[in-house]
């Protein structure tokens, strides 16, 4: 009888992309862009600096989609919940402050 081993956890290679833009979101926060180095931000991921290219051709395009995903879709999200108010033009402007 041969016994199975199996990982405790097993990362769908679907989940990496998003890992890895997690990890760099916290790396560039705290070093910046000219400082991060894509072996940290893969150390942080839990991948290899090689695994991050299979994704990002670059650390500029690794950086670019960051700022996508956080501040570009929060600007999304903003616009979307403030076309939702109604009434007076001033009004919703004031009560989408208020909200944010």
């Given amino acids: 009888m041969s016994v199975v081993?199996?990982?405790r956890w097993k990362r769908q290679p679907e989940a990496r992309p998003g890992q890895?833009?997690?990890?760099?979101?916290?790396?560039?926060?705290?070093c910046g862009l000219s400082?991060?180095?894509l072996e940290d931000?893969?150390?942080?991921?839990?991948?290899?600096?090689?695994?991050?290219?299979v994704?990002?051709?670059?650390?500029?395009?690794?950086f670019r989609e960051v700022i996508r995903g956080?501040?570009?879709?929060?600007i999304?999200?903003?616009?979307?919940?403030?076309e939702k108010l109604e009434g007076a033009a001033v009004d919703a402007y004031?009560?989408?402050?208020?909200?944010?």
């Fill in 5 to 7: 081993i199996h990982p």
């Fill in 20 to 30: 890895i833009l997690d990890a760099a979101l916290e790396v560039f926060a705290e």
């Fill in 35 to 37: 400082g991060a180095r």
């Fill in 41 to 53: 931000i893969g150390r942080r991921a839990g991948v290899s600096k090689a695994t991050i290219y």
């Fill in 55 to 62: 994704y990002f051709p670059n650390k500029e395009a690794l």
């Fill in 70 to 74: 956080t501040v570009v879709s929060e």
């Fill in 76 to 82: 999304e999200n903003r616009e979307r919940a403030f």
């Fill in 94 to 100: 004031l009560q989408h402050l208020r909200d944010y």
